[in-house]
């Protein structure tokens, strides 16, 4: 009960100073200003938030396409976050310079927003297509990884990541896609010293005799090493490494040609290293992949064409019976579903390194590389 009663007495206690400090003129407006300001603070946040929810991904992301599309850098600068362009100056100066082609264009259509799983207040749009023009003619097609994130007391979506793949929109791209059939195909029984692998049955096949080979392009010359006279498969490995290395290699290559994503990625080993390849204005650029990396890479690529081609030629297998360096010439065609003439083609000199899998006892690619064979000459123009 005296508890109840002080706490009482300084309730009132507590009015009379308030009273007291209200009857003062100076203190009453001070009083009065700080609810004002507080409510006015108050509802100033709310609205803020409120309307800065009302910008999406997509909205923003129509932004981004109009600036790097407008030649005008200050378009594309208003949309960065101060901070993060001063930490990825190096994404904010080679996305200007793009801004300087003759034409650019971004395909934003379908493009599928997620969260940044390293950090949650951001959101990724992933590989959005941009081509770039060159005298009137498509050049290349690049792919931007776009990071945003809400900034500002608004909330508004902000720039703080554009990355530029080092990666073009076609597998270990020459400077421009093809538009129509080689001339000479470089499976032709007429070629002297080529093996072809179709599937594994087929594999060490071929001429042993030596002379020049008819480039796939049908112009250009390819001098042959002669393959050794006691084995059908050029090379120094022991024969039983290069059969058992081919059979291997013609599982691949049937594997990519018919679309069987989980045979492809079998003769892979789990910790193996692919350098596929791009190339822009004679310029050879690298991407490094891992096994996860290459199965999303090969699911996009199935994805693009109705059909695949993979043809090998030149096939050379040195090593022991434990590590083989295996070296060819690699054909690639992609026709797509909507016509019968190769959307795309590259050629060029492909190294796997095959290693005995110590888990099974099964030979597997390691390490994969490849090289555009620059005196191929290009397709003609339609």
């Known amino acids: 009960m005296q508890q109840f009663t002080g706490v009482k007495q300084a ?19 001070a009083l009065i200003g700080l609810v004002c300001a507080f409510v006015i603070v108050g509802v100033t946040f709310f609205a803020l938030r409120t309307l800065g929810k009302e910008s999406s991904v997509e909205d923003f992301m129509q932004r981004w396409k109009t600036a790097v599309e407008s030649k005008q850098p200050e378009t594309y600068q208003a949309l960065w976050d101060e901070t993060a362009r001063a930490e990825n100056w190096h994404q904010y100066e080679r996305a200007l310079k793009l801004l300087k082609k003759e034409k650019v264009e971004a395909n934003i259509e379908g493009i599928r927003p997620r969260a940044d799983l390293r950090d949650e207040r951001r959101t990724l749009v992933e590989r959005v297509p941009v081509t770039i023009h060159q005298d009137g003619e498509i050049l290349v097609t690049l792919f931007r990884n776009v ?44 070629m002297t010293g080529n093996t072809r692998l179709t599937n594994p049955s087929s594999a060490g096949g071929g001429s042993t005799t ?6 796939p392009f049908g112009d250009s010359k390819v001098q ?30 049937e594997a990519w040609q018919s679309k069987d994503l989980e045979a ?7 910790d193996a290293e692919i350098i596929r390849v ?20 090969m699911i996009e690529l199935n994805q693009r064409y109705n059909t695949i081609r993979v043809k090998i030629s030149n096939l050379q297998i040195n090593g022991d019976n434990a590590v083989a360096d295996v070296d060819f010439l690699q054909e690639f065609i992609g026709t797509p579903a909507s016509g019968d003439r190769p959307a795309y083609s590259d050629f060029g000199a492909k190294t ?28 003609p123009k339609l």
Do not use: C
Request: glycine residues 6%; hydrophobic residues 35%; proline residues 8%.
């Open 11 to 29: 309730v009132q206690s507590g009015k009379m100073e308030l009273a007291r400090l209200y009857q003062n003129p100076n203190t009453r407006f």
């Open 147 to 190: 990071t945003v994130e809400k900034k500002g007391l608004m909330k508004r979506w902000k720039l703080v990541g554009d990355e530029i793949l080092d990666e073009m929109e076609y597998p270990e791209a020459t400077e421009e896609p093809i538009v129509q059939e080689p001339a000479i195909a470089p499976d032709s029984a007429s």
């Open 210 to 215: 030596s002379g020049n080979l008819p480039s």
């Open 224 to 253: 042959v090493t002669p393959p050794d006279a006691t084995s059908p498969i050029a090379g120094s490995a022991p024969l039983d490494a290069k059969l058992k290395v081919s059979q291997v290699l013609g599982i691949w290559q």
């Open 264 to 270: 492809y990625l079998r003769q892979y080993a789990e």
């Open 278 to 297: 791009s190339v822009q204005g004679g310029k050879e650029y690298p991407t490094k992949l891992n096994k996860a990396q290459l199965r999303q890479k």
């Open 352 to 379: 796997l390194i095959f290693m005995v899998d110590p888990a099974d006892g099964h030979w597997k690619i390691y390490s994969e590389s490849w090289k555009l064979y620059k005196d191929v000459p290009k397709y």
